[in-house]
Structure formats: structure tokens, C-alpha cells
């Protein structure tokens, strides 16, 4: 996945802001935090999550379906891998 690849230090990073949210968001429920810190906490990590699918698949929509010279058949299949992913995380 050359696409990760070469972004991988900012994909690393979010990622690891995303684990921070989380932890953040365990505590907060674990010591009884107000409903709206807690709500608010899983609606930051949400918005995280979605700019990290974005940013990824972004890069693999450009490199794998924008691929110069990608046979039908190929564009065919990864555009479809990529409608089911999404249904999937849209749901």
C-alpha cells in the first residue's frame, strides 16, 4: 500500500490521537464524568475516525481506481471493493 506508505508518519500520528481519545473517553467513563463530557469525547473520536478513512481512502481511490493504464476488468473490482467497504462503514 504505497499510498500509506508514504504518509504513514501523519497516518501514525492521527492514529495515535485517535488511542489518546479513546484512553481519554475510557477514563472519563470510569470515573463517572458528566454525560455531556462523555458524549462529547465519543463525538471528537468519531470525527477522527472519519478524517482517517478519508485521508486513506482518498489515497488508495487516487492510486488504486486512478491508476494510468488500469485495465476494466481491475477498475471494475476496485471499484467495487470500494462501494462494499463503504456500505460497510456506513452503516
Known amino acids: 500500500m ?3 506508505t508514504s504518509g504513514r508518519k501523519k497516518l501514525l500520528t492521527r492514529i495515535r490521537r485517535i488511542q ?3 484512553a481519554a473517553l475510557e477514563r472519563a467513563v470510569d470515573q463517572d464524568a458528566d454525560c455531556m463530557a462523555v458524549l462529547q469525547q465519543i463525538a471528537a ?3 477522527a475516525v472519519n ?3 478519508a485521508e486513506v481512502l482518498e489515497g488508495h481511490v487516487r492510486e488504486h481506481l486512478g491508476a494510468p493504464g488500469l ?15 463503504l456500505k460497510s462503514y456506513l452503516r
Not at 485495465?71 to 467497504?85: H, Q, Y
Open 2 to 4: 504505497a499510498h500509506t
Open 20 to 22: 489518546g481519545q479513546a
Open 51 to 53: 478524517g482517517l478513512m
Open 71 to 85: 485495465c476494466a476488468e481491475r477498475r471494475a473490482a476496485e471499484t467495487d471493493a470500494v462501494a462494499a467497504l
Open 45 to 47: 473520536i468519531r470525527g
